[in-house]
């Protein structure tokens, strides 16, 4: 099971990415289209880089901006692309805090500790409405960190830790079981 089981689901997530890739296909007329199993995910590598080589010139900009700017004039569509393209650049951006840093909150009582990120620092309102400066933390549930809860924790109640992003998510992805090997113990606990 040790072996099956880790090697059974890379197996069946790989399938689901390429199967995923592979209806990049569907753009291509029905008469045209290859029929050889994988081919999408090397014409969708295509087409990232393409569009990125498109968007970076002076013309491709441009025609990035006139399309964000029709969007933004369609209601529903302005608001769902408005919204994840700033969470896109919040995520991605070089100098954003988001996911940078795994912290300990007392989360959901005192005494009750749980793994969460920094996702930024709340200002306006929430932050004149607060005694204290509070941090915008996200706590993701078990096994899927997708979700998760958005909590306004003091600065001076968090805990940072010196684990990176990934030990962390993969602490929480695997309910626990999966710690960073160089995970201080303390009182010379030495129990797995």
Do not use: H
């Not at 059974?8 to 050889?36: E, M």
């Amino acid at each position: 099971m040790l072996i099956w089981l880790p090697l059974g689901a890379t197996l069946l997530v790989i399938r689901f990415v390429v199967g995923l890739l592979d209806t990049s296909l569907l753009l291509i007329p029905a008469a045209y289209r290859p029929d050889i199993p994988g081919i999408g995910v090397l014409l969708s590598i295509v087409l990232v880089l393409g569009t990125g080589a498109v968007a970076a010139n002076y013309l491709g900009s441009r025609l990035v901006v006139w399309t964000e700017a029709l969007l933004s004039r369609i209601p529903l569509v302005r608001t769902v692309y408005g919204g994840i393209k700033k969470l896109a650049e919040t995520i991605f951006s070089d100098q954003s805090v988001s996911f940078r840093q795994p912290i300990l909150i007392e989360y959901p009582r005192k005494g009750i500790w749980s793994i969460a990120f920094i996702t930024g620092a709340p200002i306006g309102e929430v932050q004149d409405k607060t005694a204290d400066y509070v941090l915008t933390c996200f706590v993701p549930t078990t096994p899927n960190p997708t979700s998760g809860f958005i909590v306004l924790v003091p600065e001076k109640d968090i805990i940072r830790l010196d684990m990176s992003v990934e030990d962390a998510m993969r602490l929480v992805i695997s309910l626990g079981v999966v710690t960073p090997d160089d995970m201080p113990r303390k009182n010379g606990d030495d129990r797995s």
